[in-house]
């Protein structure tokens, strides 16, 4: 769940992106899962869904190596992309869902991004 204002725009990296709507200061905390809200599903809950959702779970979610269970977040947070100079970190230290914290200011209008290889395997990713 995003504890931050954002919002979503055309994003240089890929398609839409997920935007600062207020000034984030670097270490605050800009998403955490919240169960109940966000999604978490064993592989063989996934395998179970109908294709057309498999597919959908494949788009906006992930398979997290932390957990071994595919994450999804249901706001806007699944339209953060991934770069190599990420402005948010998945911080796992204190979290076993990983909190994504700011790694520097950003300030509004700023894209915010995270590096997928924190995550999840990018093999697709070259």
Wanted: some cysteine; hydrophobic content about 35%; charged content about 25%.
């Amino acid at each position: 769940m995003l504890t931050k204002k954002t919002t979503l725009g055309q994003s240089t990296i890929h398609g839409i992106g997920l935007f600062a709507a207020e000034p984030i200061t670097k270490g605050e905390i800009v998403w955490q899962f919240e169960p109940g809200f966000d999604m978490e599903l064993t592989p063989e809950q996934r395998a179970a869904l109908p294709p057309i959702t498999q597919e959908w779970f494949q788009h906006y979610g992930y398979l997290d190596f932390h957990l071994e269970k595919y994450m999804c977040c249901v706001d806007d947070a699944r339209f953060m992309n991934h770069s190599e100079s990420a402005n948010v970190l998945a911080d796992y230290e204190k979290e076993k869902y990983g909190i994504g914290r700011a790694l520097r200011n950003i300030e509004p209008g700023e894209e915010l991004t995270i590096d997928y290889r924190q995550i999840e395997n990018v093999d697709w990713l070259k």
